[in-house]
């Protein structure tokens, strides 16, 4: 069996999960992601462990009335990983597995605060509503200050996030208006195993996380 064969055979396995229960049009569109994440992997695009993640969201969007797009090209050569859309209004939906390469070995939690922020900041430009999505065990840290009104934010908060993305970013670099206008609506849990993702409010999870960080 090829690393194609396998890749589809672990799709059509999760898919089967995912369409129980389901609307025909619920399940013809998942279908329909699902054979463009294989013709992506054909063209060494995406991974396994990424494309699952993005196929448990889209089930959560599309049955809440959303027309789901995967790896969808933006402006400035930004591709997303989910783009959905009702009505009027859209959603870009950026998956995080919490992978650092081995490069920053020795700075995975500077990297990745300012992997994150960079994200959301280049991103939620691009849709009316931003969200990340990440698994269950992944404890995912962004600034707080993503999830306030802009109008809301300190000087020194939008400081620190610029320091903290020229780190890594800088080409081109974050400007403090494109910082002071981004902002996270939504955080998605996607539980791969149980073939689920559940919304959780951007401050009601940093609370957590911190909460979680603390106790530790």
Do not use: W
Request: aromatic share 6%; net charge negative.
């Amino acid at each position: 069996m090829t690393k194609t064969d396998e890749f589809e055979e672990d799709l059509n396995l999760l898919l089967s999960k995912l369409i129980l229960d389901t609307s025909e049009g619920t399940v013809k569109q998942l279908t329909q992601l699902k054979d463009h994440l294989v013709q992506l992997h054909n063209e060494n695009i995406v991974k396994i462990n990424h494309s699952v993640m993005e196929l448990v969201c889209a089930k959560n969007l599309v049955e809440k009335g959303y027309e789901v797009q995967i790896e969808h090209p933006l402006e400035d050569g930004l591709t997303c990983d989910l783009y959905a859309t009702k009505g009027d209004g859209s959603l870009i939906v950026e998956i995080e597995t919490g992978f650092v390469p081995p490069e920053h070995a020795l700075d995975p939690q500077n990297y990745i605060e300012a992997r994150i922020a960079s994200k959301i900041i280049r991103y939620s430009y691009h849709a009316g509503k931003f969200a990340l999505g990440m698994p269950p065990h992944y404890l995912l840290q962004f600034p707080v200050a993503f999830s306030q009104p802009p109008g809301t934010r300190k000087t020194e908060d939008l400081k620190e996030i610029k320091t903290l993305c020229d780190l890594y970013y800088q080409n081109p670099p974050v400007t403090l208006e494109e910082i002071k206008n981004a902002r996270i609506h939504v955080i998605y849990i996607i539980d791969v195993d149980e073939a689920a993702a559940r919304e959780v409010e951007p401050k009601t999870y940093s609370r957590r996380v911190e909460s979680c960080l603390i106790s530790a």
